[in-house]
């Protein structure tokens, strides 16, 4: 069965704590992505990957093929970095599949 | 660029009533495609486009249509809105499907209630 979670659901941080947020997966895939969905409602595409690490500012993003797993982690955290982070792979064909989100919130 | 617009932002439907919602990119996306997302789930795919005349169906397809007349535009319809149907959807397009290197872009999203 095609499956996808994350953890944890929700998390609450200091200004300036660094932050891992969690993404397991059931099956091999051929990509992953992360997303960060706004307080308003609009999401943001952040990293594909399909191996390896990728850095975008204080976002840092792993995969590990043979565990299954990802971690988005995000340095620095800051108050504007308080959203719902979303993962989301890729198993066979064009099926996508979507973990339920890890809602940040960084308090100043 | 506009990126990707979606009408109506909100919307409330009786049921049995039939509508369409409205997405629109002008990126010149070959990839295109419908989610749903409810409370307590992830995002689920409705249907795609991989062009022009080309579409299938995703995950969670009953009660929807699509059709892909031009790269522009994408009209997700409902042809006869049930209570099952209440969340919000997002429409996205990017230059390739999930998978590739090309980031996905998502429309504002439409919150539809079905009474």
């Known amino acids: 069965k095609n499956e996808v979670e994350q953890s944890p659901q929700n998390l609450t941080a200091q200004e300036g704590e660094f932050i891992t947020i969690n993404c397991s997966y059931s099956v091999g895939i051929s990509a992953l992505h992360w997303l960060q969905q706004h307080p308003g409602g609009g999401i943001v595409s952040l990293f594909m990957?399909?191996?390896g690490k990728k850095k975008h500012g204080r976002l840092i993003a792993t995969i590990n093929i043979q565990e299954k797993h990802s971690s988005l982690h995000i340095t620095a955290s800051h108050p504007r970095d308080s959203a719902v982070y979303i993962c989301?792979?890729?198993?066979?064909?064009?099926?996508?599949?979507f973990g339920t989100g890890t809602s940040l919130t960084v308090i100043p | 660029n506009a990126g990707v617009t979606q009408t109506p932002k909100f919307q409330v439907l009786k049921t049995g009533q039939s509508m369409t919602l409205q997405c629109a990119q002008d990126?010149?996306?070959?990839?295109m495609s419908w989610y749903r997302q409810d409370p307590g789930m992830g995002l689920r795919l409705i249907h795609y486009s991989v062009g022009a005349g080309i579409t299938d169906q995703g995950e969670v397809p009953n009660g929807y249509n699509v059709s892909r007349s031009t790269t522009e535009d994408f009209p997700l319809r409902l042809l006869s809105a049930a209570p099952s149907q209440t969340s919000v959807y997002f429409c996205a397009s990017s230059y390739g499907g999930w998978g590739t290197s090309r980031e996905q872009y998502f429309g504002p999203g439409t919150r539809l209630t079905v009474t």
């Open positions: 990126m010149n996306h070959e990839y």
């Open positions: 989301a792979v890729r198993f066979t064909g064009n099926q996508f599949y």
């Open positions: 990957l399909s191996s």
